[in-house]
Protein backbone atom coordinates (compact mmCIF):
# COMPACT_ATOMS: atom_id res chain seq x y z
CA UNK A 1 0.00 0.00 0.00
CA UNK A 2 1.31 3.16 -1.32
CA UNK A 3 2.16 5.85 1.47
CA UNK A 4 2.81 10.45 1.05
CA UNK A 5 3.72 12.10 4.25
CA UNK A 6 4.38 16.02 3.12
CA UNK A 7 6.47 18.40 5.37
CA UNK A 8 7.26 22.04 4.99
CA UNK A 9 4.30 24.67 4.94
CA UNK A 10 3.99 27.38 7.50
CA UNK A 11 3.63 31.34 7.36
CA UNK A 12 4.90 33.62 5.10
CA UNK A 13 4.18 37.01 3.28
CA UNK A 14 3.52 37.78 0.45
CA UNK A 15 6.15 37.38 -2.75
CA UNK A 16 7.90 35.18 -0.63
CA UNK A 17 8.75 31.36 -1.08
CA UNK A 18 8.59 28.26 0.38
CA UNK A 19 9.45 24.72 -0.31
CA UNK A 20 6.81 21.77 0.26
CA UNK A 21 8.76 18.12 0.15
CA UNK A 22 7.09 14.76 -0.03
CA UNK A 23 8.26 11.07 -0.15
CA UNK A 24 6.25 8.30 -1.23
CA UNK A 25 6.50 4.42 0.04
CA UNK A 26 5.21 1.19 -0.35
CA UNK A 27 4.98 1.19 -4.08
CA UNK A 28 6.59 -1.11 -6.85
CA UNK A 29 5.77 0.38 -9.72
CA UNK A 30 8.97 2.33 -11.09
CA UNK A 31 7.50 5.58 -12.84
CA UNK A 32 4.06 6.66 -11.12
CA UNK A 33 2.50 9.85 -10.98
CA UNK A 34 2.91 12.04 -7.97
CA UNK A 35 1.06 15.46 -7.75
CA UNK A 36 -0.06 18.33 -5.00
CA UNK A 37 -3.68 19.51 -5.00
CA UNK A 38 -4.69 22.09 -1.89
CA UNK A 39 -7.87 23.41 -0.64
CA UNK A 40 -9.57 26.04 1.31
CA UNK A 41 -12.65 25.56 3.74
CA UNK A 42 -15.47 25.42 1.81
CA UNK A 43 -13.57 24.60 -1.86
CA UNK A 44 -13.12 21.49 -3.27
CA UNK A 45 -9.47 19.95 -3.37
CA UNK A 46 -7.92 21.03 -6.34
CA UNK A 47 -4.82 19.92 -8.50
CA UNK A 48 -2.07 22.34 -8.33
CA UNK A 49 0.74 20.60 -9.96
CA UNK A 50 1.80 16.83 -10.94
CA UNK A 51 4.93 14.82 -12.41
CA UNK A 52 5.61 12.16 -13.75
CA UNK A 53 8.62 10.34 -11.53
CA UNK A 54 9.57 8.62 -15.20
CA UNK A 55 10.44 11.85 -16.64
CA UNK A 56 8.84 14.00 -18.77
CA UNK A 57 6.48 17.18 -18.36
CA UNK A 58 4.64 18.28 -15.44
CA UNK A 59 1.10 19.74 -15.16
CA UNK A 60 0.23 23.17 -13.11
CA UNK A 61 -2.76 25.18 -12.66
CA UNK A 62 -2.93 28.16 -14.50
CA UNK A 63 -3.08 29.82 -11.52
CA UNK A 64 0.40 28.61 -9.67
CA UNK A 65 1.89 28.68 -13.68
CA UNK A 66 5.61 30.44 -13.40
CA UNK A 67 5.42 30.45 -9.75
CA UNK A 68 5.35 27.22 -8.39
CA UNK A 69 7.19 24.39 -9.76
CA UNK A 70 7.25 20.61 -9.10
CA UNK A 71 10.33 18.57 -8.82
CA UNK A 72 11.85 15.17 -8.20
CA UNK A 73 14.61 14.07 -6.45
CA UNK A 74 15.32 10.61 -7.63
CA UNK A 75 18.33 9.51 -5.28
CA UNK A 76 15.68 10.45 -2.11
CA UNK A 77 12.65 9.57 -3.29
CA UNK A 78 11.19 12.89 -2.72
CA UNK A 79 8.61 15.32 -5.05
CA UNK A 80 9.12 19.11 -4.31
CA UNK A 81 6.80 21.78 -4.71
CA UNK A 82 8.84 24.87 -4.94
CA UNK A 83 6.68 27.96 -4.26
CA UNK A 84 7.66 31.66 -5.16
CA UNK A 85 5.68 34.89 -5.33
CA UNK A 86 3.08 33.88 -2.64
CA UNK A 87 -0.23 35.21 -2.87
CA UNK A 88 -3.14 35.52 -0.16
CA UNK A 89 -4.59 33.31 -2.67
CA UNK A 90 -2.44 30.42 -2.18
CA UNK A 91 -3.24 30.48 1.38
CA UNK A 92 -4.77 26.68 1.92
CA UNK A 93 -3.64 23.03 3.20
CA UNK A 94 -1.46 21.43 0.57
CA UNK A 95 -1.63 17.57 0.38
CA UNK A 96 0.64 15.47 -1.41
CA UNK A 97 -0.80 12.61 -3.63
CA UNK A 98 -0.25 9.75 -5.27
CA UNK A 99 -1.30 7.37 -7.77
CA UNK A 100 0.52 4.51 -9.38
CA UNK A 101 -1.65 3.15 -11.53
CA UNK A 102 -2.44 6.07 -14.54
CA UNK A 103 -0.48 6.97 -16.99
CA UNK A 104 2.27 9.83 -17.05
CA UNK A 105 0.32 11.31 -20.47
CA UNK A 106 -3.01 11.00 -17.74
CA UNK A 107 -0.74 12.55 -15.08
CA UNK A 108 0.45 15.22 -17.16
CA UNK A 109 -2.25 16.64 -19.31
CA UNK A 110 -4.43 17.44 -15.88
CA UNK A 111 -5.88 14.38 -16.17
CA UNK A 112 -4.50 13.51 -11.98
CA UNK A 113 -7.79 14.55 -10.17
CA UNK A 114 -8.80 14.63 -6.89
CA UNK A 115 -11.02 11.47 -8.10
CA UNK A 116 -8.21 9.63 -9.02
CA UNK A 117 -6.03 9.79 -5.91
CA UNK A 118 -4.45 6.39 -4.86
CA UNK A 119 -2.69 7.67 -1.50
CA UNK A 120 -3.19 10.87 0.24
CA UNK A 121 -0.57 12.39 2.37
CA UNK A 122 -1.80 14.21 5.83
CA UNK A 123 -1.85 17.88 4.88
CA UNK A 124 0.17 21.06 5.95
CA UNK A 125 -1.17 24.33 5.98
CA UNK A 126 0.62 26.86 4.29
CA UNK A 127 -0.67 30.66 4.96
CA UNK A 128 0.45 33.94 2.80
CA UNK A 129 -0.32 37.44 4.87
CA UNK A 130 -0.68 40.88 2.85
Known amino acids: QVHVEESGGGSVQTGQSMRLSCVAS????????MGWFRQTQGKEREPVAS????????YYADSVKGRFTISRDHATKTTFLQMNSLKPEDTAMYYC???????????????????????WGQGTQVTVSS
Open 51 to 58: IWTGGGNA
Open 26 to 33: GYTSSSFC
Open 97 to 119: AANVLIGGRTCTGGGFVANRVGA
